[in-house]
């Protein structure tokens, strides 16, 4: 595939019964967006949530966030739903423009996310794959358990759905 130009990047986030975290989240998300433009880009950023078969809060809250499309499934699986977030995204754009990201509703980006992706889009990348850390809420005995089993560096084998890009054409 030769690399294009990306003019559209979607952010997929899937979420099943996250009220507790999906604000922080998709703020997160919204200033990954906003750190994005501020580097004079012009790809356009789309960010859909998709709600998996939700049974609390999670849909009111995404929805005060004006510029979210919610998409509405009942699979009970995480792959299902960023399936289904992707679907979405390539059916409104040609995939060769487009740059699907994915994060968990459980998380929160860094302010950098996007723009470190589009970064490595534009040098030719196809597919960027990047770690997670826990979040502060976790126990000291926890995170170091964690961290002993989570060797953060460029040949690890962990693949985290909750920080993951790749250009529309890969994915299909």
Not at 76 to 96: E, F, I, K, T, Y
Not at 120 to 136: F, W
Request: proline share 4%; charged share 20%; net charge negative.
């Amino acid at each position: 595939m030769k690399p294009g130009l990306i003019r559209r990047v979607v952010v997929i986030v899937p979420a099943a019964n996250e009220e507790a975290s999906i604000g922080g989240c998709l703020a997160s998300v919204a200033a990954a967006r906003s750190n994005l433009y501020r580097s004079n880009v012009s790809e356009q950023v789309q960010i859909l949530v998709v709600l998996d078969d939700c049974a609390d809060a999670t849909a009111s809250i995404a929805e005060r966030f004006a510029d979210v499309r919610p998409i509405t499934i009942s699979a009970r699986n995480v792959g299902a739903a960023r399936r289904a977030g992707a679907a979405a995204a390539l059916r409104a754009g040609r995939p060769s423009e487009t740059w699907l990201a994915s994060t968990d509703a459980d998380s929160e980006v860094p302010a950098d996310w996007l723009t470190a992706m589009m970064m490595m889009a534009r040098q030719g990348a196809h597919l960027v794959l990047g770690t997670v850390l826990p979040g502060d809420g976790l126990d000291s005995a926890t995170r170091t358990a964690w961290l002993a089993m989570h060797h953060l560096r460029d040949d690890h084998p962990h693949v985290h759905g909750a920080n993951l890009g790749i250009r529309g054409d890969a994915y299909l």
